[in-house]
C-alpha cells in the first residue's frame, strides 16, 4: 500500500437530525434519506475499512440514532474487530437503547451538548426539551457502563458557560470533554456573526480551560480547539489531508473530510461502485492535498509542514476562493487579510441564527 491506513472511518449514517444546530459540521445540501447508503452498503463498507487497517468506527450524523439498522450496524462492526464509538445528539438514546447497543458490541459514547442552562441550549439545538434528554441520556450512558465524553461546540451565545459545562462533565461521570470552537465553514460560515467570540472572550475562555485541565488532571480529559481567527497558526484539520481519517457521506461518497465536497473541482469515489483500499491509496481526491508537493509558499519551506499540514483547504477556499491556497489562519499567509474584519463582526449585536435543516 502507498499509503499507511487511515487510523478511523467516520461513518455519516444519515443526514437526518432531530436537532438544528446552526454551526453543524454537516454540508448546506444535506443527502436526502432516498439516497442513504442500505444496511448491507455499510456492513460492506465496514468489512473494507477492517481489512484495510482502520481501527475506529465512529458512528455519526446527523443523528446516527435515526438509522433504526444502528444496532446490526454496531454488531456487525464489532464482530469486524472495529472500535465503535457513538457520536450522537442522545436526545432519542433512553436506557433500553443504549443498553442494546452496549450488547451489540458498542465500545465509546460522545454526546454533544448545546449549553448548561436548559432554555438556552434548546434555542441554539432548535428543539424543545433536548437539553433535558440528555442529561438523561448521559447517565444512561454511564450506568451501562459504555465510556463517556461529551462534546461541547462553543462561541460567543455560550462561552460565559465553560466552566459549568467542565463541572457538568465531571458530575455525569464523563471521562473526556472536547470543547471546540466553531469551525467556519458550511452551516458555521453562515452563521459566523452570530456564532464568533470577541479575542478577548476567546482569550478568557483559553486561560479557564488551562487551569481546568490543571485541576482536574488524572479525573477528565480537557481537548481544546481554538477558533482559527484569532490563531497565530492553523491546526492539522482531520490530522492532514488523506493522513488519518476518511470520511463517508451517507450517499457513499468517500472524503478527506466532512466540507470537502466545498471543492467542486475534486470529484469524489463512492464506496458503492470502487473499494476502499482503493479509494485511499489512489483517488485523486485523497492525493490532490495530501503530503506536502502541492503546498505554495511559504507552507513549502516551513519547519511546520509536516506538522499542521498546511492547515485547512475548506477554509482556504471558503475564505480566499482557492482550496490550494495557504490557509489565512496561519499568520505567514499572503490571504491573512482575509480575515480583517472578521473581528467586527464578533462585536456587533448578532444576528438570528440560519438554522440547519434541509433546504435550508
Ligand atoms: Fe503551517 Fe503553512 Fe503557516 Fe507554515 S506557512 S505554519 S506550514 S500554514
Ligand atoms: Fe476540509 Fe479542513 S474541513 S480540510
Not at 32 to 39: I, Q, R
Not at 46 to 54: E, I, P, R, Y
Not at 70 to 90: E, Q, R
Not at 97 to 105: E, I, P, S, V
Request: charged residues 20%; hydrophobic residues 40%.
Amino acid at each position: 500500500m502507498k499509503h499507511p491506513p487511515p487510523l478511523g472511518i467516520l461513518a455519516e449514517l444519515t443526514h437526518r437530525c432531530p436537532l438544528q444546530c446552526p454551526y453543524c459540521s454537516n454540508p448546506l445540501a444535506l443527502t436526502k434519506p432516498v439516497a442513504e447508503l442500505s444496511t448491507q452498503d455499510w456492513m460492506h463498507v465496514f468489512d473494507q475499512a477492517a481489512a484495510l487497517g482502520v481501527l475506529q468506527l465512529h458512528l455519526s450524523g446527523g443523528e446516527p440514532m435515526a438509522r433504526t439498522d444502528i444496532f446490526d450496524l454496531v454488531a456487525h462492526a464489532a464482530k469486524m474487530g472495529l472500535y465503535t464509538n457513538l457520536i450522537t445528539s442522545a436526545v432519542t438514546l433512553d436506557a433500553d437503547k443504549t443498553r442494546r447497543l452496549r450488547d451489540a458490541g458498542l465500545d465509546h459514547v460522545q454526546i454533544s451538548i448545546q449549553g448548561v442552562e436548559a432554555a438556552r441550549a434548546d434555542r441554539v439545538a432548535g428543539m424543545q426539551s433536548a437539553a433535558v434528554k440528555k442529561r438523561a441520556a448521559m447517565r444512561h450512558v454511564t450506568e451501562a457502563g459504555l465510556a463517556l465524553t461529551i462534546n461541547a461546540v462553543v462561541h460567543r451565545q455560550n462561552l460565559d458557560e465553560v466552566d459549568a459545562l467542565i463541572d457538568l462533565a465531571l458530575a455525569e461521570g464523563a471521562e473526556r470533554i472536547e470543547i471546540a470552537h466553531v469551525q467556519y465553514y458550511g452551516w458555521g460560515l453562515s452563521n459566523r456573526a452570530a456564532l464568533l467570540p470577541t479575542r478577548a472572550q476567546t482569550m478568557e475562555t483559553t486561560a479557564k480551560v488551562e487551569a481546568a485541565r490543571q485541576k482536574h488532571e488524572g479525573r477528565l480529559v480537557i481537548d481544546y480547539v481554538v477558533p482559527d481567527a484569532y490563531a497565530e497558526r492553523p491546526k492539522a484539520c482531520m490530522g492532514g489531508w488523506g493522513r488519518q481519517v476518511i470520511v463517508v457521506a451517507p450517499d457513499g461518497r468517500a472524503m478527506p473530510c466532512h466540507a470537502a465536497d466545498t471543492i467542486l473541482q475534486l470529484d469524489f469515489s463512492n464506496v458503492r461502485t470502487r473499494n476502499l483500499a482503493d479509494i485511499w491509496s489512489n483517488d485523486a481526491a485523497f492525493n490532490a492535498y495530501r503530503g506536502t508537493d502541492w503546498m505554495p509558499d511559504p507552507c513549502r519551506s516551513c519547519v511546520r509542514r509536516e506538522i499542521d499540514w498546511g492547515g485547512c483547504r475548506c477554509q482556504a477556499l471558503a475564505l480566499t476562493g482557492d482550496a490550494s491556497a495557504t490557509d489565512p489562519a496561519c499568520a505567514l499567509s499572503p490571504h491573512r487579510a482575509a480575515l480583517n474584519g472578521v473581528e467586527a463582526e464578533s462585536t456587533a449585536l448578532p444576528p438570528p441564527f440560519r438554522y440547519r435543516k434541509f433546504g435550508g
